[in-house]
């Protein structure tokens, strides 16, 4: 799959292509129906494929001192994309220049530079300088460019619709099987193992420990996980995510996943943790020696979790 950059001309090959429109941070049921509309469409009239996103995300740009909220990276969403049928990503950068576009100008660019033949977006689509485009005026311009324009309904789960502010409610509450049911998969942290103090390896529960970057900060806590190496290999384990309140001198953000029946060296390579079931809040423990039997408790609990 080709990775484009929104601010240059498409390929010929891939122009007339079917575009996807839209942020699609989570890759979640609504995001799926959305891109899987226009690989349909492509397949059925011979043509590409192509899911538009944005990085860094608007709100990002527009509230710079916003929390971290990210669900995928980039590597992450280019992976789902391929895998839902797509030829290519097309990433538009989100600054100045972009967020200053009407929405003429933005289908302008559409219809020039990416040569769409067709878009597809969720209905509640907004575009252009102070959100003046929608999906009825994306419609209109398209019929005057040259592109047609499909839109897709929200889909529901339970009485709600799904969507990322969903899920992210959910993380944040401890509660990742809810916002994996919405997401189709569970929520995956993806990082370089970093060298951390290796306390843990003198706990006896050595830890691979991955920066949070600008994913969404879950509830801190103790959680049964699932790690991917880069060779494939899929390991079970328990982790921490959060500041270490034991620790003297911590409260750097970490993911520390120990894998079961593991003995290797990860440092520097990049793994996927994905959080599977909450098990406890962090907690601060009198002594190194009560943490360790807390440890060694959590690590049964997951094992149990994960058995299921």
Known sequence: ??????????????????????????????????????????????????????????????????????????????????????????????????????????????AGPVGAGGVVTGADFTFGKGRTGNVASLTTLGQSLGFSVDTVQPVLSGEAPVSSSRIRQHLIAGEPRQAAALLTRPFAIRGAVEHG????????????????????????????????????????????LGIRPTIAGAPTELLEPYFFDFDGDLYDQVIEVALIDFIRPEAKFESLDALKDQMARDCDTARTMLSR
Do not use: C, W
């Not at 899987?36 to 860094?56: K, L, W």
């Not at 995300?57 to 992976?79: C, G, I, Y």
């Not at 843990?200 to 806590?221: C, D, F, I």
């Open 197 to 240: 103090a290796k306390l843990g390896r003198q706990l006896g529960y050595p830890t691979a420990n991955l920066s949070m970057g600008t994913y969404l900060r879950p509830r801190y806590g103790i959680y049964a996980v699932r790690g991917r190496l880069p060779d494939g290999r899929v390991l079970d384990g328990a982790a921490n």
């Open 1 to 110: 799959m080709e990775r484009l950059d929104g601010s240059s001309p498409v390929p010929a090959g891939l122009r007339g292509g079917i575009v996807a429109l839209g942020n699609f941070d989570g890759f979640h049921l609504g995001h799926q129906a959305v891109i899987g509309q226009a690989v349909t469409r492509a397949h059925a009239e011979g043509r590409p494929a192509i899911v538009a996103t944005f990085d860094p995300h608007p709100m990002r740009f527009f509230r710079p001192d916003s929390a971290h909220f990210r669900l995928t990276t980039l590597d992450q969403r280019q992976e789902l994309f391929a895998a839902a049928g797509a030829d290519a990503m097309l990433v538009f950068g989100f600054d100045a220049a972009l967020a200053g576009l009407t929405a003429e100008q933005f289908a302008d660019r559409l």
